[in-house]
């Protein structure tokens, strides 16, 4: 049996501090998904239209808050 490891709120907030975004402890995904996209308006930030990209894959391994933190901000903002 095959056990997948699931994208969590965690996971997507470390994704996005590894880039370089700041994000407060305990964030939850739609918070993370706006400071990225307000972020990424203001400076850019290198490497986050790739992690959208890759997240955007992998929808099925991905916790229904996350992706619709993903899908609601940083899809559409990043277009």
Do not use: W
């Amino acid at each position: 049996m095959m056990i997948a490891d699931l994208i969590d709120g965690e996971d997507f907030r470390n994704r996005l501090v590894a880039l370089g975004i700041r994000i407060p402890e305990g964030a939850c995904p739609e918070t993370c998904a706006r400071m990225a996209l307000l972020k990424h308006v203001e400076v850019g930030v290198p490497g986050l239209q790739d992690l959208v990209r890759e997240l955007s894959e992998q929808t099925d391994v991905m916790l229904p808050s996350v992706r619709q933190a993903l899908e609601r901000y940083l899809l559409p903002g990043l277009r």
